[in-house]
């Protein structure tokens, strides 16, 4: 065992998660080819497999979920055309303004509401007329989980009925929407797998289009896939040529994402039981407010006297080990590389910097 000097608590990001072993022995025993020519058997199976998983006709494997979104926004939209968009979603916020950028489609940012969601009443007000002074309103892009928040279910099939009534095309960035059909399968008292893989797939056939990450976690190195309809995908398969994300023997990675869609999905529900061992932990500490996680990301906002000592934190927890995100209000992710004597030790120095 690991003595707490020693021990390192990496909660900057679910995507900070090495390999494991058993993943990179597939890895080593995939089948490769050269995946330009179609020919990588491994890409051909995850490809298939997650499209199966989701109940889509095709899905194309992705370097990243920035540019899977990118290239789904692109393959929706044509220049001049605009997407309807959270503030805090990162197709919007965290992505460089790329749909802009490389292909001239206008984000229309909307608030969210406390939990996450748009309201349909804003979504409404935002279409915009057939009229030559606006950009022309084509997609609506939702985030579930959105800062690791489940976006209610009746909410995700009004925006997506709303959109679809209005003409509008739908995708989600579902980088985590394997942590919203854990959490969705809970509020549902069902922890099987079935229902976690059933979940995901209600949520994602509320959608055109889907991009799942397979680097956060799910615990892969590399990766993303978009999934959708195969006219779609043909577009989107020229955009990511485009973006220079044609690779060759992308079946070494493609064997990673499929072995933790084989592996690493029902564990999931493990990553969420640990943020909320944090946060009830935390919760007792003064000097803290703590949000409720849904999943694997716990916010904490640093208050009264702990706030004008906000800077001090992150040093002084890593200087223990454990490495954390954010000033005023603090992110830990939960994760494969994390377990229940991380969380403990955490809180444990959190009551020490506190106390001091
Ligand atoms: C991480 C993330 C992405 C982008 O994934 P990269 O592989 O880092 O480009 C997109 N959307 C959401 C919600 C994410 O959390």
């Keep these: 065992?690991?003595?707490?000097?020693?021990?390192?608590?990496?909660?900057?990001?679910?995507?900070?998660?090495?390999?494991?072993?058993?993943?990179?022995?597939?890895?080593?025993?995939?089948?490769?080819?050269?995946?330009?020519?179609?020919?990588?058997?491994?890409?051909?199976?995850?490809?298939?497999?997650?499209?199966?998983?989701?109940?889509?006709?095709?899905?194309?494997?992705?370097?990243?979920?920035?540019?899977?979104?990118?290239?789904?926004?692109?393959?929706?939209?044509?220049?001049?055309?605009?997407?309807?968009?959270?503030?805090?979603?990162?197709?919007?916020?965290?992505?460089?303004?790329?749909?802009?950028?490389?292909?001239?489609?206008?984000?229309?940012?909307?608030?969210?509401?406390?939990?996450?969601?748009?309201?349909?009443?804003?979504?409404?007000?935002?279409?915009?007329?057939?009229?030559?002074?606006?950009?022309?309103?084509?997609?609506?892009?939702?985030?579930?989980?959105?800062?690791?928040?489940?976006?209610?279910?009746?909410?995700?099939?009004?925006?997506?009925?709303?959109?679809?009534?209005?003409?509008?095309?739908?995708?989600?960035?579902?980088?985590?929407?394997?942590?919203?059909?854990?959490?969705?399968?809970a509020q549902q008292g069902g922890e099987r797998g079935a229902d976690i893989f059933l979940e995901a797939r209600r949520i994602a056939q509320c959608f055109d289009s889907v991009s799942v990450c397979f680097s956060k976690g799910l615990g892969a190195p590399v990766g993303s896939a978009l999934c959708g309809s195969r006219a779609f995908l043909a577009r989107a398969h020229r955009i990511r040529k485009m973006a220079g994300g044609g690779m060759r023997q992308s079946g070494l990675l493609a064997a990673a994402a499929s072995y933790a869609l084989d592996h690493h999905v029902l564990r999931l529900a493990g990553d969420h039981a640990l943020a909320q061992r944090l946060a009830q932990r935390l919760r007792g500490l003064n000097g803290l407010t703590v949000e409720t996680p849904q999943s694997n990301i716990v916010f904490v906002d640093l208050v009264d006297e702990a706030r004008a000592r906000a800077g001090e934190l992150i040093p002084f927890l890593a200087a223990r080990g454990i490495l954390a995100t954010g000033l005023y209000r603090l992110r830990f992710v939960t994760h494969l590389d994390v377990d229940a004597a991380g969380i403990d030790h955490t809180v444990a120095v959190m009551r020490e910097f506190l106390a001091a």
């Excluded at 390999?19 to 490809?47: E, I, K």
């Excluded at 292909?103 to 935002?126: F, Y």
């Excluded at 800062?147 to 099939?157: E, M, N, S």
């Design 1 to 185: 065992m690991s003595t707490a000097n020693t021990m390192r608590v990496d909660l900057r990001s679910d995507t900070v998660t090495q390999p494991t072993p058993a993943m990179r022995a597939a890895m080593l025993d995939a089948p490769l080819g050269d995946d330009v020519f179609a020919g990588d058997p491994s890409v051909n199976a995850l490809q298939e497999k997650i499209a199966g998983l989701l109940g889509f006709e095709a899905a194309l494997f992705m370097p990243t979920g920035t540019q899977s979104n990118l290239c789904a926004i692109l393959a929706h939209c044509q220049r001049g055309d605009e997407y309807l968009v959270g503030q805090f979603a990162h197709c919007y916020r965290w992505e460089g303004g790329g749909a802009a950028v490389l292909g001239s489609v206008q984000p229309q940012p909307l608030n969210h509401q406390d939990d996450g969601t748009l309201l349909l009443a804003d979504i409404e007000a935002a279409i915009k007329p057939d009229d030559a002074h606006f950009a022309r309103t084509r997609l609506l892009a939702l985030e579930n989980t959105l800062g690791g928040k489940l976006l209610p279910f009746d909410y995700v099939q009004q925006a997506t009925q709303l959109a679809r009534a209005k003409g509008l095309s739908r995708h989600l960035d579902g980088a985590r929407l394997f942590n919203a059909a854990v959490a969705q399968a």
